[in-house]
């Protein structure tokens, strides 16, 4: 059975820092592709960054966010800088059963319950 928390969460100003953290349990970490998500109020779930053999981020978090994994702590981080009132959402890991990174939410297999991140001005 696979288990995803995420922790990390928080209000910041804008220009601060958070980091995000996802503990998976019954996966295999070097063989699963990793996602982070956010949800808007009123909006859809969109892509924000992924990690398998490589890393692939959203044009609007480039620059600003780095996802990374510790495959022997099956946790997956997303790092947030220089954060900004957009970027205010529930984030969600997610893991799928594959090794490719995809941007579509519906290709992820397992999701954790979200993180909520709030940015102020």
């Known amino acids: 059975q696979v288990h995803m928390a995420e922790s990390g969460g928080g209000s910041v100003q804008a220009g601060g820092s958070l980091r995000l953290s996802c503990a998976a349990s019954?996966?295999?970490?070097?063989?699963?592709?990793m996602g982070w998500f956010r949800q808007a109020p009123g909006k859809e779930r969109e892509f924000v960054a992924g990690i398998m053999w490589t890393t692939y981020y959203a044009d609007s978090v480039k620059g600003r966010f780095t996802i990374s994994k510790d495959n022997a702590k099956n946790t997956v981080y997303l790092q947030m800088n220089s954060l900004k009132p957009g970027d205010t959402a529930v984030y969600y890991c997610a893991a799928r059963e594959g090794s490719s990174i995809y941007t579509d939410a519906a290709r992820y297999d397992y999701w954790g319950q979200g993180a909520q991140v709030t940015v102020s001005s």
């Open positions: 019954g996966l295999t970490f070097s063989r699963n592709a």
